[in-house]
């Protein structure tokens, strides 16, 4: 599987972004998938996932109520819907993919990863 996040960008705090990844491959909705985030001098941290049917999503304390995440599988597509962005929010963000059962919170359990996508939310 091959992925490719997008829709990164500049925006002031209050501020929204959405972000996609697509997919590449047959087996798209198979895999749960995640969104990861990484700040300058911070390690990765969970921001959201989703089941391979779309029928259970997991968020972070800090983003719960303002970040929906979503998925289209017939267009192998994950979406990251990011409203009332803060100057915190600012990261790369990246999408994964996993078909383990383990913690959907924990980057151990994915298997494969996007290139990144730059979020930077001024104040």
């Known amino acids: 599987v091959q992925l490719q996040a997008s829709g990164g960008g500049l925006t002031q705090a209050g501020g929204s972004l959405r972000l996609s990844c697509a997919a590449s491959?047959?087996?798209?909705?198979?895999?749960?998938m995640g969104w990861f985030r990484q700040a300058p001098g911070k390690e990765r941290e969970f921001v959201a996932a989703?089941?391979?049917?779309?029928?259970?999503?997991y968020y972070a304390d800090s983003v719960k109520g303002r970040f929906t995440i979503s998925r289209t599988n017939a267009k192998n597509t994950v979406y990251l819907q990011m409203n009332s962005l803060k100057p915190e929010d600012t990261a790369v963000y990246y999408c994964?993919?996993?078909?383990?059962?383990?913690?959907?919170?924990?980057?151990?359990?994915?298997?494969?990863w996007g290139q990144g996508t730059l979020v930077t939310v001024s104040s």
């Open positions: 989703i089941s391979w049917s779309g029928g259970s999503t």
């Open positions: 994964a993919a996993r078909y383990s059962s383990g913690s959907y919170y924990s980057s151990y359990e994915y298997h494969y």
């Open positions: 491959g047959r087996t798209f909705s198979s895999y749960g």
